[in-house]
């Protein structure tokens, strides 16, 4: 399987995943499973171990599915370093200027049907559509 290769059943599963797990996340431990929060609060917050622990799953559960050829990935090799760096800030003040990232706003906050986190996963599709479309990476 590729990454880029679309399929209604690995689509409808990986869904599954997240909502179950962001499900959990607030059933158990009370908490939004709102990624840029969590990163954020590290650094900030009292109760760091299960932060350090999801991020750390975060960066670890793909890194092995990677290494044990059950997905393949793009490689960023053909990316020029200076613009992967600036992708990665325009994404990190995206999520300050949003006051969260797509999965706190986009699976947590619209599960909620928070109208906030309605209106902010609309501006970050279109924003994402813009990208892509003006960029001309849209294939």
């Excluded at 929060?37 to 760091?48: H, L, R, T, W, Y």
């Excluded at 992708?87 to 995206?94: E, F, K, Q």
């Excluded at 999520?95 to 109208?115: D, F």
Aim: proline share 3%.
């Amino acid at each position: 399987m590729t990454i880029v290769n679309f399929t209604p059943l690995s689509a409808l599963a990986g869904g599954l995943l997240i909502g179950v797990a962001a499900l959990l996340l607030l059933l158990v431990g009370g908490r939004i499973a709102g990624i840029s929060g969590i990163v954020a609060g590290i650094g900030s917050q009292s109760d760091k171990g299960w932060r350090i622990a999801f991020t750390a799953g975060l960066i670890a559960v793909p890194f092995g599915v990677f290494t044990l050829n059950l997905a393949e990935a793009y490689s960023l090799q053909d990316y020029s370093p200076w613009r992967l760096l600036i992708a990665g800030l325009l994404v990190g003040i995206g999520t300050r200027l949003g006051n969260g990232c797509t999965s706190g706003h986009g699976i947590c906050g619209m599960g909620r049907l928070s109208p906030r986190s309605i209106v902010a996963t609309l501006v970050f599709m279109a924003a994402g559509i813009a990208t892509v479309t003006l960029s001309g990476l849209g294939g």
